[in-house]
T-cell receptor, first 107, second 117 residues
Framework: RKEVEQDPGPFNVPEGATVAFNCTYS??????FFWYRQDCRKEPKLLMS???SGNEDGRFTAQLNRASQYISLLIRDSKLSDSATYLC????????FGTGTSLTVIP | DGGITQSPKYLFRKEGQNVTLSCEQN?????MYWYRQDPGQGLRLIYY???????QKGDIAEGYSVSREKKESFPLTVTSAQKNPTAFYLC????????????????FGPGTRLTVL
């Protein structure tokens, strides 16, 4: 079983829409959690860390559910510039990456 | 500016050649990593290092070698033993691995695209 699993998408949404991504992890001993954004042919960039109480950064909200072993990312009021692949990352002695969820925001 | 640099951005290799990819960081991070990314796939860990003069194999270390002689530098050599080396190679660093929780985010360099001719 993979350490981290994501729905690969693609998600195609209109501008202004709200979109949510989920990610599940297999090991309950996982220690910390992150969302990264990766643009085409570029390196991943940290979007936000995910804290146990949930956290928000502008239009982005991340949630962690340890009981069910999943994390989520909610993007409100989608912009064209949000089009990218979103990577779920889990840390347990090393970093484990999901394969990413592709998002395209359509004008 | 603090960050991670990788060079070269593009690299072309003939079959049978060894090539070395450079990775330098000035973030004062203890841990450094090398990943490989193939089209449409996730990142796979090649090697990582938690401290100078020490490194461990990741999931796909065969055909690769590394060194960590300085805290700032973690070069990766792709040897001729690597059968399918064409890929996007990413170097990353973080504060550390032991007992790391909040604040141990990874930061990535811009990557090197290696093509075997």
């Amino acid at each position: 079983r993979k350490e981290v699993e994501q729905d690969p998408g693609p998600f195609n949404v209109p501008e202004g829409a709200t979109v949510a991504f989920n990610c599940t992890y297999s090991n309950s001993a996982s220690q910390s959690f992150f969302w990264y954004r990766q643009d085409c042919r570029k390196e991943p960039k940290l979007l936000m860390s995910v804290y146990s109480s949930g956290n928000e950064d502008g239009r982005f909200t991340a949630q962690l559910n340890r009981a069910s072993q999943y994390i989520s990312l909610l993007i409100r009021d989608s912009k064209l510039s949000d089009s990218a692949t979103y990577l779920c990352v889990v840390f347990r002695n090393q970093f484990y990456f999901g394969t990413g969820t592709s998002l395209t925001v359509i004008p | 500016d603090g960050g991670i640099t990788q060079s070269p951005k593009y690299l072309f290799r003939k079959e049978g050649q060894n090539v070395t990819l450079s990775c330098e960081q000035n973030l004062n991070h203890d841990a450094m990593y090398w990943y490989r990314q193939d089209p449409g796939q996730g990142l796979r860990l090649i090697y990582y290092s938690q401290i100078v003069n020490d490194f461990q194999k990741g999931d796909i270390a065969e055909g690769y070698s590394v060194s960590r002689e300085k805290k700032e530098s973690f070069p990766l050599t792709v040897t001729s033993a690597q059968k399918n080396p064409t890929a996007f190679y990413l170097c990353a660093s973080s504060k550390g691995l032991a007992g790391a929780t909040v604040g141990n985010e990874q930061f990535f360099g811009p990557g090197t695209r290696l093509t075997v001719l």
